[in-house]
């Protein structure tokens, strides 16, 4: 392993929010404290895109003043949180990552980000991402690489690289990401972190940058399960913004997760255990199902034979959906506009030929195609028909099962530029993340061991619709399953 | 399904996007589809002539339905100040673009 490593665990928010309300610790203090480290370590590792000191300053003041008057505290109260810049923050800038917003400043504010201010939060800056989240490793941003703080040589994974790396680097408590195609649950891997992608439609999209509509989500990363639970809680909920948020109640996450998973059944499906698995991945993951065993959870193997149709299902919806949600930017509302152009459509297409990435490019190219005439019901429809077809294998896999686990991608962390020359290479790390993304189901990435090489190893845990609070817990036992084995070790060693 | 991408298809579909394609972007861009293509392609050995397609996770049972449409009521808006402050060129009042129609 390198000695050059920035991995620092965060105080939990037990902790934290305990020293808070008893006037020990002040927010002031505490996001200063953070903005320190930021400033530390973001020049090597490149995770915050802007920082929005002056509001994390006023909402720390509000936050001291109420505890100062013993009033009751919010869950995060004081707690310090950075956001992806795909989820729109009033008076930041939001990027997406992409040249062609560089500059915008979103007159408002999203749900998911409104509702952590409003629970307490401390919102310390915008977190760097894939452009548009549309990547694997976080290459893709046009404003530079995250380098993963466990090994900076490698990858955070992505989209959501800069918020997995933030956790992992201790330059945030928690933060938000969004998983259109794996994008929460992969980094998280990847960084030794805790990630949850919640139902489709749990948690509100208004305010995020939109990739693929029916496909996008947003979530909480945190360093341990507890924590992304409660974070869950707060975000999760009906918004009259989005017709696709549901009603169906919320559940106490954090409470849920502390349930034990005795009697448990949990599914292992043959097919994420196959060919292109990494050797010492596997070794990882089989350790954390014996640890569910002696939990006392009933492991029972499964198959799902529709999983190799994942990946080319993802890329004909997600490409088609995003061809049409990026063809707003045109330079004509906001971002980028290219300066020399005679008539409109030159205006269009200079602005997006300047404005958008490689991979971005070959999206939109996909998705056009896959829409345009000829070839709609060879692709779309029929992509629509076979993503049909795995959520119904989900489902009635859930009638036998309460969850299902699986490696959260076949490799470790692998080294920056190693698959940036061959996208198909690049989309196959998004094989065991791309289905729960298709069937609209929950997930979670809980660290399970790392390599010899000491690069983190993450275990996907999954649960049907809404049953957020099975994964929750299924991850906290094998969370504590990892804490005693690394007790035990430091015992012997 | 085993259509291929060509020249031709890439061109046209690049000003279907309103994207500009240098000749060597639009090589690779060739050469990117049919590799992606060709993986999709697999899709074919599945038959689905039966099968209606999933557009929305949320009509599934059990995925937590979708909310009450809200009322079709008039709402304030975002403030058009702060709004035309992001746009590249405007008059204060109207988004301005190159001339569309010549007079």
Redesign the interface.
């Known amino acids: 392993m390198t000695t050059e490593t920035y991995v620092e665990k965060p105080k939990t928010l037990s902790e934290l929010r305990e020293g808070i309300a008893s006037g020990r610790v002040k927010a002031a203090d505490l996001a200063a404290n953070y903005y320190a480290r930021i400033e530390k370590v973001n020049p090597r590792l490149n995770i915050y895109l802007s920082l929005t000191k002056e509001r994390a300053l006023e909402q720390a003041a509000r936050v001291d003043a109420t505890a100062a008057k013993g009033d009751p505290l919010g869950p995060l109260a004081g707690i310090p949180v950075g956001i992806k810049d795909v989820l729109v923050m009033r008076g930041a800038p939001a990027t997406a990552g992409s040249r062609i917003l560089k500059g915008y400043h979103p007159p408002y504010d999203a749900t998911a980000v409104g509702r952590l201010e409003a629970a307490g939060a401390v919102l310390l800056g915008k977190l760097n991402c894939d452009e548009f989240a549309m990547g694997s490793s976080n290459e893709n941003s046009a404003y530079g690489p995250v380098c993963n703080p466990v090994n900076p040589e490698r990858v955070p994974g992505g989209s959501s690289g800069g918020s997995a790396a933030a956790v992992a680097a201790n330059i945030a408590v928690a933060s938000l990401g969004t998983d259109t195609g794996g994008s929460i649950r992969q980094p998280a891997s990847f960084c030794g972190v805790v990630g949850v992608l919640p139902t489709y439609g749990r948690v509100s999209r208004y305010g995020l940058i939109a990739f693929a509509s029916s496909l996008d989500r947003i979530g909480p990363f945190a360093g341990n399960v507890r924590d992304a639970a409660t974070l869950l809680g707060v975000i999760a909920g009906h918004d009259p913004c989005d017709a696709t948020s549901s009603p169906a109640p919320v559940a106490d996450y954090a409470a849920e997760c502390d349930k034990g998973v005795k009697g448990l059944r949990i599914g292992v499906p043959a097919e994420y255990f196959g060919k292109g698995l990494d050797p010492e991945v596997r070794e990882r993951i089989e350790r954390g199902i014996a640890a569910l065993k002696v939990a006392g959870c009933t492991i029972k193997p499964i198959s799902l034979p529709l999983t190799r149709y994942a990946i080319p299902t993802y890329y004909v919806v997600a490409t088609a959906e995003a061809s049409a949600n990026l063809a707003r930017f045109d330079g004509v509302r906001y971002g980028y506009r290219s300066p020399s152009s005679a008539t409109l459509s030159d205006m269009y297409s200079h602005s997006r030929d300047e404005g958008f990435g490689a991979e971005v490019k070959r999206r939109i190219m996909l998705g056009t195609y896959a829409l345009s005439a000829g070839y709609y019901d060879a692709y779309y429809l029929k992509a629509q028909q076979v993503r049909r077809l795995l959520a119904e294998e989900f489902l009635r896999a859930f009638t036998d099962v309460d969850a299902i686990v699986t490696p959260t991608a076949p490799t470790p962390a692998f080294k920056l530029g190693e698959k940036t020359s061959d996208p198909l290479a690049m989309y196959l790390a998004d094989i065991y993340t791309v289905t729960a993304s298709l069937a609209g189901i929950c997930g979670v990435n809980v660290p399970c061991g790392a390599t010899k090489a000491g690069l983190p190893v993450g275990m996907q845990v999954l649960a049907a619709h809404l049953q957020e609070g099975t994964a929750l817990r299924v991850a906290r036992a094998v969370e504590a399953a990892e804490i005693q084995g690394s007790r035990t070790q430091d015992a012997i060693g | ?1 085993t ?1 291929k ?1 060509s020249v031709e ?2 061109k ?3 000003e ?6 240098t000749p060597a ?1 639009s090589r690779s ?1 060739l050469h ?2 049919n ?3 060709d ?6 050995e ?1 038959d ?1 002539s039966a ?8 009509e ?11 009322k079709d009521a008039v709402l304030p808006s ?2 058009r100040v ?2 035309m ?5 405007t008059d204060q009042v109207f ?1 301005k ?4 129609i010549e007079r």
């Open positions: 399904m259509a991408v298809d890439v046209r579909v690049a279907l996007a309103h994207l500009e394609l972007e861009m990117d589809l590799a992606i293509l993986h999709i392609a697999q899709l074919g599945l689905t099968v209606a397609p999933l557009a929305q996770v949320s599934l049972e059990g995925a937590g339905g979708e909310g009450l449409l809200r975002l403030d702060g709004v402050a992001e746009a590249p060129e988004f673009v190159p001339k569309v």
